[in-house]
């Protein structure tokens, strides 16, 4: 091929590059302020509720009991993370004048962006220019993926950080100028370091990462290299000096509620987990990815693919609750899984490339008709999921409550939407599913736990979709019936008055 046939080649590739990316802002920004209740609610509203505490604090002009419920909510928020999603969603608050729940979604969408570019430079040094478009159009648009990067959540920016690392280690692995190699290792470091302090669980991967590639490229040498040494110096910089240093003790928050080794023998927690992976990546593409990892030519890259997915897999059974329980868990095998699908699409790319140019041809509109395909399904699934509707349903509840009223009980996600739109004080009553978790049956527990919860509330709710519970939680439902009275039995909620003696006195 000529000068000229390079020249084209090379710009048909980036605008390749650049049309995917495009294209995959523009699907992310699809119904860009539907309010974040299609993802996580939980989660989601739990960053939005720090967000909004940091807010009001400084909104001289809102109501004093806006701004003491806004403190509150962040109040009674465990904070396991560095709330660094929430303080830039706060700063655009600043500028935009409103708590526009929009703009953490631009935030998370930027940053999901800049992860499939890292991830699309490290295939392309792994897999050819092929397998890194490949890569890139994987990561941009399966299903999962596109839902997830829009959440106000940190696990979009850990995610693309932890792509970050994978790009700079691996420019480090394969860099032949030593100069170029300090660059390399410095940068990998500090990134490193960033995805860890965002979210601490991201080491589980990166460290086993680190380990199969600077083994498997400079094998027992790699414990003499200094640029090593600097790259683990400035890994563990950032996530010492705030959890070691400025905040102990914060990370034992990740693993409170999550390690449960008595699930490692039940057939219940790998099925949830198999299910929860399955439903992030599908599982063909799993096997289609773990067959195009072994095809990674590179030796060091090999080891430490799959040394983040040892990683993987070591979390899993430390935070085996949340493993089988929440698929968000399994997002950090994005890179990975990208990759592995890169690799053997550029194999198929080489068997093609000697065919005839027909062949090769309709290989590449089958394939972009199955990018477009992949974009068409989740375009649809955003437009058609509005949840608009919904947070107007919890602010009219909330209008039934006078601000200064404080509320326990039962209601979906643990009461935060209820919280936030409703914009009242709540304490959640323990789901069927969390007493599966606690020792509910010990003397005393129900009392205790009543006790504790409802103290200072004047008002026990429970709305129609969690009525079922009752059936379940008999000395719950026992309780209300017996001595507190029902104020309201709307169909649409029921409404205990706690205010009287025998009803905040359980076992009377």
């Not at 390749?16 to 523009?26: P, W």
């Not at 690392?165 to 410095?186: D, F, M, P």
């Not at 041809?361 to 509707?389: I, P």
């Not at 919904?390 to 643990?414: C, H, M, N």
Request: proline share 5%; hydrophobic share 50%; net charge neutral.
């Amino acid at each position: 091929m000529g000068e000229g046939g390079v020249r084209w080649r090379r710009w048909g590739h980036a605008v390749c590059v650049v049309v995917l990316v495009l294209a995959g802002l523009l699907l992310r920004l699809s119904d860009l302020e539907d309010p974040p209740l299609d993802f996580h609610a939980t989660r989601q509203l739990h960053s939005a509720e720090i967000a909004r505490g940091m807010y009001y604090a400084d909104l001289e002009s809102a109501p004093a009991w806006q701004r003491a419920l806004a403190q509150e909510g962040w109040d009674l928020k465990s904070v396991n993370e560095p709330p660094i999603l929430e303080t830039l969603a706060v700063a655009g608050y600043r500028i935009v004048g409103d708590e526009a729940l929009w703009i953490p979604r631009v935030l998370s969408i930027g940053f999901w962006a800049l992860g499939s570019l890292a991830v699309y430079a490290a295939a392309r040094r792994l897999v050819g220019p092929v397998g890194a478009l490949a890569a890139l159009a994987y990561v941009t648009f399966f299903g999962f993926g596109v839902v997830a990067s829009r959440a106000f959540m940190p696990d979009p920016l850990m995610v693309a950080l932890m792509a970050g690392s994978l790009w700079l280690a691996v420019g480090w692995a394969t860099e032949s100028v030593r100069g170029r190699q300090w660059a390399w290792a410095v940068t990998a470091g500090l990134v490193t370091g960033l995805a860890v302090l965002v979210k601490p669980l991201s080491g589980f991967m990166l460290a086993p990462f680190w380990v199969g590639l600077s083994l498997g490229t400079r094998g027992w040498r790699a414990v003499t290299s200094g640029q090593l040494y600097v790259a683990a110096a400035l890994a563990a910089l950032p996530p010492l000096l705030l959890y070691g240093v400025a905040q102990p003790g914060t990370t034992s928050g990740q693993f409170a509620g999550r390690f449960y080794p008595e699930l490692w023998g039940s057939a219940d927690f790998y099925a949830g987990w198999g299910a929860m992976v399955d439903g992030v990546f599908g599982t063909p593409w799993l096997l289609v990815a773990a067959v195009g990892v072994c095809l990674v030519a590179h030796r060091g890259a090999l080891a430490s693919l799959w040394g983040w997915v040892v990683g993987y897999v070591v979390l899993g059974f430390t935070v085996s609750h949340h493993m089988s329980t929440h698929d968000y868990y399994s997002l950090p095998l994005a890179p990975v899984v990208a990759v592995g699908v890169g690799a053997v699409l550029a194999a198929v790319a080489s068997l093609v490339r000697r065919r005839s140019a027909t062949l090769r041809v309709g290989v590449a509109l089958l394939l972009a008709l199955g990018v477009a395909w992949s974009a068409t399904a989740s375009y649809r699934q955003l437009m058609g999921d509005d949840f608009r509707g919904e947070a107007a349903r919890w602010r009219a509840l909330g209008q039934i409550f006078d601000p200064s009223d404080k509320v326990t009980g039962l209601l979906p996600e643990y009461g935060h939407p209820f919280r936030y739109f409703g914009w009242r004080s709540f304490a959640a009553w323990p789901s069927v599913f969390d007493r599966d978790l606690m020792d509910d049956e010990a003397p005393g527990w129900f009392e205790s736990e009543w006790t504790k919860r409802t103290r200072g509330s004047n008002y026990f709710l429970i709305t129609e979709d969690e009525r079922w519970q009752l059936s379940e939680q008999t000395d719950l439902r026992d309780h209300l019936s017996e001595h507190c009275a029902l104020v309201n039995d709307a169909g649409t909620y029921l409404l205990y008055d706690l205010r009287s003696s025998s009803c905040r006195r359980p076992g009377n």
